[in-house]
């Protein structure tokens, strides 16, 4: 899908369905104000752990470079601004749900991806401690969306929460949001390798999370030989 494509999808006259799991079905479909709601949802609903929160960032800071009459653009001003105000606005929700409704909140889920996350998450929490797990978070996928009402469960000082929180917030959003635009500047007809960018991005993505999985692993083993 070209980035005309993605301004106009019905140019294509095809009726495609919004794939909630597609960066590009869901700018196609909302654009801008779209941005806020899934980055609210990832950060602040458990049910939104599977949307692409870092494609979808990436993606949307490619789609602002160029020139203001390009099909397909947008104003990178108002996507840092949907994006920041979803992703702080969710992981204040998410911690307020999670202190109000205390640890019976992740025990009644039965996705197993949740509880793996819920898993890390807790670690990263005792590990880093509150400040560093809080901003790091940020950047895994799963753990994002589960570290936030857990801090709530887990009592983490709302001054505390709300501080790392909106540092962790912005260093996400906007980062990947610039790294986007500086991309998109820079190389001409970027639409073309749009797919194998937002492939590659998921993939490193997912990295961190292997590598926490890994030394998991490795820690049971050797408290097992222990």
């Not at 993605?6 to 104000?33: E, I, K, M, R, Y």
């Not at 401690?129 to 936030?148: D, E, Q, S, W, Y």
Request: charged share 10%; proline share 5%.
């Amino acid at each position: 899908m070209t980035l005309a494509q993605l301004a106009h999808p019905a140019a294509s006259q095809v009726h495609l369905a919004v794939n909630l799991l597609d960066a590009q079905s869901l700018l196609a479909a909302f654009g801008t104000v779209g941005i806020a709601v899934v980055l609210f949802a990832e950060t602040g609903l458990l049910i939104g752990f599977f949307l692409p929160g870092d494609s979808l960032l990436f993606t949307a800071g490619l789609l602002c470079a160029g020139s203001a009459g390009r099909p397909g653009h947008l104003s990178l001003p108002w996507v840092l601004l949907a994006a920041a105000t979803g992703a702080l606005a969710g992981a204040q929700t998410g911690y307020l749900v999670g202190r109000k409704a205390g640890p019976a909140f992740l025990a009644r889920t039965k996705s197993s991806k949740l509880r793996d996350g819920a898993d890390r998450a807790a670690a990263i929490l005792n590990r880093y401690g509150h400040a560093k797990a809080i901003v790091l978070a940020r950047f895994l996928p799963i753990v994002r969306t589960v570290l936030n009402p857990l801090a709530g469960v887990l009592a983490v000082p709302a001054r505390t929460f709300a501080l790392w929180q909106a540092l962790g917030g912005l260093l996400w959003t906007v980062g990947l949001v610039l790294a986007g635009y500086a991309l998109g500047a820079s190389v001409p007809n970027v639409d073309r390798y749009l797919l194998p960018i937002i492939a590659v991005i998921v993939i490193i993505s997912l990295v961190p999370i292997g590598l926490e999985v890994v030394r998991s692993r490795r820690a049971r083993g050797a408290g097992d030989h222990a």
